[in-house]
């Protein structure tokens, strides 16, 4: 749907006061929608179509009616092609998204919403796909809860990925990290799916290692690995979509591992 110049301006204005009144902090940059670009990656769908469709009425013209299924089958692909961008470009037209130091607002089917990222559970789902050890795309895509406690999805209904993914992992990690180093410092035990920390010790179950030990903590191919001296195999092993607030787990590693183990009060 085309928005005139007074509507977006409406919409961006709405979605500066809902960062201003929770405290967003500094604009790190906006996006727009993705559909106008599928909707160009449509056009040459359509195309191939209509040669498709003009392939299959020769052929039933001329009594071949057994060979319109060769270029039937993938004329009925494109029209499932068609549809799915006529359905996501209605409702995901006038999608916007605006990422602030301390969360996001986002524009999406009529309705602004905002993630504040010291609030929020982070599953990030993002898909590398590579070949011979070489990425060949990235899908960036997080669960992430709003102020209102609602769950919500932003992915690739949003351009830029490669911009405000990483810069949503950075900002969020560095937002929850000071308190959840608090609650670590007060004898909390902080679980992120199947892995927990405390202020002395980290592990999966009922293996654990002191901070001490541990060696080696990575994430590849969607997969977390943490090692720790003295084991044969890793202390830990989990995917990272099913991980919640990776990003701060990653930031707690490091801190922790840094500065040794932090006594418990």
Not at 34 to 63: C, E, F, H, N, Y
Not at 122 to 136: A, E, K, M, P, S
Not at 152 to 176: I, K, N
Request: glycine residues 14%; aromatic residues 4%; charged residues 20%.
């Amino acid at each position: 749907m085309t928005r005139t110049g007074t509507e977006q301006g409406d919409r961006q204005r709405l979605m500066r006061e809902a960062a201003a009144r929770e405290g967003l902090g500094g604009h790190r940059g906006g996006h727009g929608s993705t559909a106008p670009a599928r909707s160009r990656g449509a056009l040459g769908v359509s195309i191939l179509a209509a040669v498709l469709a003009a392939a299959v009425a020769a052929a039933l013209a001329t009594g071949h009616g057994p060979l319109a299924i060769v270029p039937g089958l993938p004329l009925a692909l494109c029209a499932v092609s068609l549809l799915g961008h006529l359905v996501f470009g209605a409702g995901t037209g006038d999608a916007r998204l605006e990422q602030y130091e301390g969360g996001l607002v986002l524009h999406l089917k009529g309705r602004i919403r905002v993630v504040r990222y010291a609030d929020t559970k982070i599953l990030d789902n993002t898909v590398r796909r590579t070949r011979h050890g070489r990425t060949l795309s990235v899908t960036h895509s997080f669960g992430l809860t709003d102020t209102g406690g609602r769950n919500l999805v932003v992915g690739s209904v949003f351009a830029g990925g490669d911009v405000w993914g990483p810069l949503l992992r950075h900002d969020a990690a560095r937002a929850q990290l000071p308190g959840a180093l608090v609650r670590l410092d007060a004898g909390e035990r902080l679980e992120f799916g199947i892995v927990w920390l405390t202020a002395t010790d980290l592990g999966s179950g009922r293996a654990c290692a002191p901070w001490h030990l541990i060696s080696e903590v990575e994430i590849e191919d969607g997969t977390l690995t943490v090692r720790a001296e003295g084991r044969r195999g890793a202390l830990v092993v989990a995917p990272t979509r099913y991980t919640p607030d990776v990003s701060l787990l990653l930031a707690l590693t490091e801190t922790l591992r840094a500065a040794g183990p932090r006594p418990a009060r």
